[in-house]
């Protein structure tokens, strides 16, 4: 059966300081991999998808990028954290034309 | 513009009461409907979904009602129970449209009162 991981679960860090989350899958081939952003009660914002390896596809212009350095890993990075960066950050995965996505457990990031 | 409205933002239903999520969507080409559920702390999870080629889907307590001309879909709860107290996301893609697919609704908050 598949699996998602994500980490770490929580993370607190300093404006200004560098970021990096990382998110992999198990039990699957060439999945499309998303990362997404949950500001506090709000919804689910689209910030990156990848389709395959280096490849990736950004949906929002901000502070942060990703990278997709094995089939099934994707990392969220930042040079320089903004208060604006905190939020839950779920990674999920797909196959094919991406109807079903699983989402992933989550990062809660604080940045004070 | 891709859109997925959803409404209400919040509700308060009692035990044993029908909760109902309202979705609208503008794409006519969106052909897969699916709606997740949310605990907090936690990733959502896929509950149930539709294609347009029927007006409704049943599963358990869970129900999805479908208007293909009215562009709306909603999510029916019957007998609602605190452990559906959650958020859900409704949501809209296309059958073939590619990996980046799901517009996603901004949620609706349940609370189901003992």
């Known amino acids: 059966s598949q699996t998602i991981h994500q980490w770490p679960a929580t993370l607190v860090q300093p404006v200004g300081s560098p970021l990096s989350l990382e998110c992999t899958v198990e039990g699957t081939s060439n999945p499309n991999l998303y990362w997404y952003r949950q500001a506090a009660g709000r919804g689910l914002q689209l910030l990156f998808y990848s389709v395959g390896i280096g490849q990736i596809s950004s949906e929002v212009p901000q502070n942060l990028s990703a990278s997709r350095p094995q089939d099934r890993q994707f990392i969220l990075s930042s040079k320089k954290l903004l208060l604006s960066d905190s939020g839950f950050y779920l990674c999920?995965?797909?196959?094919?034309?991406?109807?079903?996505?699983?989402f992933g457990p989550g990062t809660r990031l604080t940045v004070t | 513009q891709q859109q997925v409205k959803q409404s209400p933002q919040s509700l308060i239903v009692q035990k044993g009461g029908i909760s109902i999520i309202n979705c609208a969507y503008e794409n006519t080409a969106f052909d897969y409907f699916p709606w997740y559920q949310q605990f907090p702390g936690k990733g959502p999870a896929l509950l149930i979904a539709i294609r347009p080629d029927v007006s409704e889907k049943k599963e358990g307590r869970f129900t999805i009602s479908f208007n293909k001309s009215a562009k709306q879909f909603s999510l029916h709860i019957m007998d609602s129970q605190p452990g559906d107290s959650a958020t859900y996301f409704c949501?809209?893609?296309?059958?073939?449209?590619?990996?980046?697919?799901?517009?996603f609704g901004k949620g609706t908050h349940l609370i189901i009162q003992p």
């Open positions: 999920a995965w797909s196959v094919g034309s991406g109807l079903e996505q699983y």
């Open positions: 949501a809209a893609t296309l059958l073939g449209g590619g990996a980046d697919g799901l517009t």
